[in-house]
């Protein structure tokens, strides 16, 4: 008889997701997810039993497996926009601008605390980045110019004007003339796609046996919280939870999970 507990195992890995390629089944290249605190497989089972109530107690005496889940979750802390991407069921695109020149904004009845960002509308919402001001005026047909620090205040990275207290643009007008740089970011843009692939976790366990396990055919999709802030006393790592369902594809197993070749 063993007394021992010869197969303790101490799980660490990474997990890779190859995405299908649009309107297929077929895999991208893998993906590393980078670094995840978590990451589980949740295997469930419905059962059909029998019971047999020929005298005394009614007494099980047969059950069935009739079918079968297998589920999961991962959470990663490698905030990267095509993890960002997976937990907005979207896509991440370069959103490029060109040099604009002589752009023109007014802001009505302007109030203490106000903050404009220049450049939204339907076409780009989150507005122009690195702007620089010809003009800050009243916008009246003799315009009074506003100044700088004293009646607005502005972010040329991210084109946002404030309004401080005591500003002369107060329950006024102000026009703002400004260019656009050229530039380019990366934008997560959310969406309601089925993010769909084929997942991989190889492990490098500091104690216990190696193995690697494959999916076929996966599905990601959020699952929880994305923290956007933390208190200062409690602050804690950014993280995106997902989760997991595993769904057959053709032929193949839900899952295989790989030993280590022995010679």
């Keep these: 008889m063993d007394f021992n507990s010869n197969n303790l195992l ?39 039993q029998h019971y047999c109530s020929q005298q005394g107690l009614k007494v099980l005496d047969k059950q069935l497996v009739i079918s079968s889940t297998m589920n999961g979750s991962v959470v990663t802390d490698d905030i990267k926009t095509e993890n960002l991407a997976y937990w907005y069921l979207g896509n991440t695109t370069t959103l490029s601008t060109t040099i604009q020149t002589g752009l023109i904004e007014t802001f009505l009845l302007v109030k203490a605390g106000d903050t404009f960002q220049l450049g ?103 699952n929880g919280d994305m923290s956007m802030l933390n208190d200062p006393e409690s602050t804690a790592f950014q993280t995106l939870p997902l989760s997991i369902t595993v769904l057959k594809k053709g032929i193949l197993a839900l899952a295989y999970r790989d030993g280590r070749v022995l010679a």
């Design 120 to 222: 939204r509308s339907d076409t780009n919402p989150s507005g122009y980045r690195k702007v620089t001001t010809t003009a800050v005026t009243d916008g009246a047909g003799a315009p009074v110019p506003r100044v700088l620090g004293t009646d607005y205040l502005i972010d040329t990275d991210l084109g946002i004007v404030e309004i401080p207290v005591g500003s002369a643009a107060i329950g006024g007008t102000l026009k703002v003339t400004y260019n656009v740089a050229a530039s380019s970011r990366e934008q997560v843009v959310a969406g309601e796609q089925q993010i769909e692939g084929e997942l991989k976790f190889i492990s490098f366990n500091p104690i216990g046996a190696q193995a690697d396990i494959t999916i076929p055919r996966a599905i990601l999709a959020p």
């Design 10 to 48: 101490v799980p660490r890995g990474k997990i890779f997701f190859a995405k299908y390629l649009a309107g297929t089944q077929t895999p991208g290249p893998f993906r590393e997810f980078g670094n995840c605190p978590e990451f589980t497989l949740t295997r469930d089972s419905e059962t059909l």
